[in-house]
């Protein structure tokens, strides 16, 4: 339970409240995870929040997060030039379904900052190119400039990907799509019998994506989605992140959606 | 050579008329190529025309001070823009402005008021078929208007 | 078949000589004792620190201490604290950490101070199912913490079978009691009439017999072994409450939208005392407690309470926001949900909920009340 000190060797501000961290065990080997992994960040005084891992499972060297500063955790965490030491506990939480859908069209639907816990699944399988058919992201902003890892998307399409990306509302200059992201599902042509989805983003976002993605014929058992509740010990101790009968930390983040949907038609469950 | 009412019946909105439908609704059209940043709707002025986007893309756009143009949503291939042709006063109610180069079908929204008016058939299943598409956008408005991004998702 | 444990007898004159016993091994001694019209657990050393000759009235809503006609020493059931204030602390300090010029962590350290060697003296049967039930919550994960570990192992428990069910009592219906059978050291039966006072001893371990060797004490007869059935027999039959367990996952998973739940949310306070008092409830939060210049920092762990606003609060709000959800929350994870997130109900049938609760709430009527509506047979639902 005691968090091992990490030392901040990068930081990089990809949007007004966004930046990106890079980390290095100050001592130890360094942390290896899955893609869908999360770890509970402390910063000196300010409190411990759970963040997904955003960085390159083939390369664990670098502990990478994204972080958006909503509140004085994650404010003080962002704040963290390099030279600042954080604390870290985990991995934690179990991982995206990477490994055995070999043969699949995988289709990454993102929203917001939901990019951010997704981008290890992308680069893992884009290491892995041949082993899958399609490879689609179907990734939804607010804004242009809210947008996540826009400089790598043009990296991605090279090795494979198909990236389709939307925006809420942009000014005229941008030459993209404009609207929610459930519009780029209808679009984007999904052979429903061969394609698996993996979701992350605003749980209002996840269940209209997941509405498009089901009315275009992918069954409910081959999407799965990364949750979120308040999450304080990572460990299945605290008892904050229960949603039903399941703990978030210990037996999510990342569920099937076949497993979630009666729990989350509840409200305020 | 696909002719008119051939690139008019694979337009997703008008699946399932029959040939004789087709025939009255592409007897509205002509096809049209425009340049990227021309504006083919202006918010207020007379709606008489719709569009079905064969290649391109169309931005549909409010304008408000201070603020500038603001794009609200982004038109593709397959997809009608407009329908304020078909419901009184016939004013468009917001821009339309062409992307990139596209090419377009252009119906005289008149035109085909007026053959409506004279064939029920045709009205209605025109009718049900642009208010099913009119839900289908309302409701991704409406995810639109809650701004997911802006206040939820922290702790990532 | 089973063979029956040997059973032993200690006089009431040497009970003291228990305590000793354990105060010579090193020991810090807690048991029941009496502050402020309850009874708490507390330390004690002599048999004259308990509650002797009291009972406790219990009912929803309503506790009171009342002089018996005996001399009982364990003449009542259990009060509003569990030995859960021991197994999972109500404030803990996990590490401490130095804060450099630039916010960040050094020196990451976990507190040097082991916890006291404890001796429970008066754990009843359902309290020891508790423990067993935080074990699998805290220990039974994949990341157990050693401080947790610590404050389990070592403790001698001297558990009680009650003489008496309490007015709010169902460890019949959660088959948690009213007799232990396992996770003691020793257990008591106390035998107490105008010309005895005694208690019949069952051995649990070896660490028991050992101790119990040290006292004085006689082999058990037939009619003293009788005679500690009589009284377990005559406990089961007080049970001041009754839950029907069957299948209640399922019920309640079918119900979560139950008209009941508005109805009991009009009379919730969402004051959390039920999770104060419950021996299961678990949960905590944690939080960082610097110095003015904020160059230590502790990480101090707390109970919290599923009732409070905050406890579901994420960036953009609490997902249980409503009296209603909060109290459904902790009725399901208590009968329901804990199945299938730790293998077993949550509820051991104390009723210290229902006694507790300033309105008198009690989740066996509750249960009740929504299994009877799908049987056509409650008005109300």
Not at chain 1, 47 to 76: C, F, K, M, N, Y
Not at chain 1, 193 to 201: N, Q, W
Not at chain 3, 151 to 163: K, P
Not at chain 3, 230 to 254: C, F, N, P, W
Request: glycine content about 12%; hydrophobic content about 40%.
């Amino acid at each position: 339970m005691v968090p091992e000190p990490f030392v901040v060797v990068d930081r990089r501000r990809d949007t007004a409240d966004t930046c990106t961290l890079q980390l290095e065990p100050c001592a130890g080997a360094p942390l290896r995870f899955s893609p869908g992994q999360f770890t509970m960040l402390s910063a000196g005084g300010a409190g411990e929040v759970p963040i997904s891992i955003s960085g390159d499972p083939d390369r664990p060297e670098r502990l990478v997060h994204t972080v958006r500063a909503v509140g004085l955790a994650t404010a003080a965490i962002c704040g963290g030039s390099p030279g600042a030491r954080l604390g870290v506990r985990g991995p934690f939480g179990g991982p995206w379904p990477v490994a055995g859908i070999e043969g699949a069209d995988v289709v990454v639907a993102a929203g917001g900052i939901g990019l951010a816990p997704l981008r290890p699944a992308i680069l893992w399988l884009l290491a892995r190119r041949e082993r899958f058919g399609r490879l689609v992201l179907l990734y939804g902003g607010r804004a242009p400039d809210q947008l996540l890892y826009r400089d790598e998307l043009g990296a991605w399409s090279e090795r494979g990907l198909e990236a389709h990306v939307t925006v809420d509302s942009a000014g005229p200059e941008w030459l993209g799509h404009v609207g929610v992201v459930t519009r780029l599902v209808h679009r984007a042509g999904l052979d429903p019998a061969r394609t698996v989805v993996m979701s992350c983003g605003p749980e209002v976002m996840m269940r209209f994506t997941v509405s498009a993605l089901t009315e275009c014929g992918v069954p409910r058992e081959r999407i799965y989605a990364s949750m979120e509740r308040n999450m304080q010990c990572g460990i299945g101790h605290c008892g904050h992140c229960q949603l039903g009968p399941t703990l978030i930390c210990r037996d999510g983040p990342v569920y099937r959606w076949s497993e979630l949907e009666p729990w989350l038609a509840i409200r305020e469950l | 050579m696909r002719t008119l009412e051939d690139v008019v019946a694979g337009a997703p909105l008008l699946a399932g008329l029959s040939r004789s439908h087709l025939g009255l609704i592409a007897g509205c059209g002509r096809n049209q190529r425009v340049d990227g940043g021309i504006y083919l709707l202006r918010e207020g002025e007379p709606a008489d025309r719709f569009f079905l986007i064969r290649e391109g893309a169309v931005a549909l756009e409010i304008h408000s001070p201070g603020r500038g143009a603001i794009i609200i949503e982004t038109l593709h291939p397959g997809e009608m823009v407009g329908w304020s042709w078909l419901f009184a006063p016939y004013r468009w109610q917001l821009d339309g402005r062409t992307v990139e180069p596209t090419a377009l079908v252009a119906f005289d929204g008149a035109c085909l008021r007026g053959k409506c008016e004279a064939d029920h058939e045709l009205g209605y299943q025109l009718m049900s078929r642009f208010a099913a598409n009119l839900v289908q956008r309302l409701q991704a408005t409406r995810l639109q208007l809650l701004d997911v991004y802006g206040n939820d998702r922290a702790l990532r | 078949m089973a063979t029956a444990p040997a059973l032993h007898v200690i006089d009431r004159v040497d009970f003291d000589a228990l305590l000793g016993a354990l105060a010579g091994r090193g020991y810090s001694l807690v048991g029941p004792s009496v502050r402020d019209g309850a009874i708490v657990y507390d330390e004690i050393a002599v048999a004259t620190d308990l509650p002797v000759g009291l009972t406790d009235e219990q009912d929803g809503g309503h506790y009171r201490l009342v002089a018996r006609d005996d001399r009982a020493l364990f003449g009542y059931a259990v009060g509003p604290q569990s030995f859960k204030r021991y197994q999972l602390p109500a404030e803990v300090t996990l590490w401490s950490a130095r804060v450099d010029e630039r916010g960040g962590l050094t020196e990451i350290e976990e507190p040097a101070t082991r916890p006291p060697r404890y001796a429970f003296i008066g754990a009843r049967s359902c309290e020891l199912h508790a423990m067993g039930i935080l074990d699998r919550v805290l220990l039974g994960g994949a990341h157990p913490d050693p401080a947790d570990r610590a404050r389990r192992e070592d403790v001698f428990i001297v558990a009680v079978q009650c003489g008496q069910a309490g007015g709010t009592c169902f460890c019949v219906s959660m088959g948690t009691g009213p007799v232990a059978d396992r996770g003691f050291d020793l257990a008591l039966t106390e035998i107490v009439d105008d010309q005895r006072h005694h208690f019949i001893v069952e051995v649990g371990t070896e660490r028991g017999a050992g101790v119990l060797a040290g006292v004085p004490h006689r082999p058990a007869t037939k009619e003293d072994r009788e005679e500690a059935a009589a009284v377990h027999a005559r406990t089961a039959s007080q049970m001041g409450r009754e839950l029907d367990t069957t299948q209640i996952k399922e019920l309640l998973y079918r119900n979560l939208e139950h008209p009941r739940w508005e109805q009991v949310a009009e009379r919730c306070l969402t004051c959390g005392n039920c999770t104060m008092v419950c021996p299961t409830c678990f949960c905590t939060t944690v939080e960082d407690v610097t110095d003015l210049a904020g160059t230590q920092v502790d990480r101090v762990q707390r109970w919290d309470s599923c009732f409070t606003v905050d406890y579901s609060g994420t960036h953009g709000g609490a997902v249980r926001g409503s009296a209603r959800s909060r109290y459904r929350q902790w009725m399901t994870h208590k009968l329901a949900t804990w199945y299938d997130q730790f293998d077993s109900s949550g509820c051991v049938g104390c009723g210290r909920c229902i006694t507790w609760c300033p309105v008198g709430i009690d989740l066996t009527e509750e249960a009740r009340a929504i299994r009877d509506s799908e049987r056509g047979t409650d008005a109300d639902a």
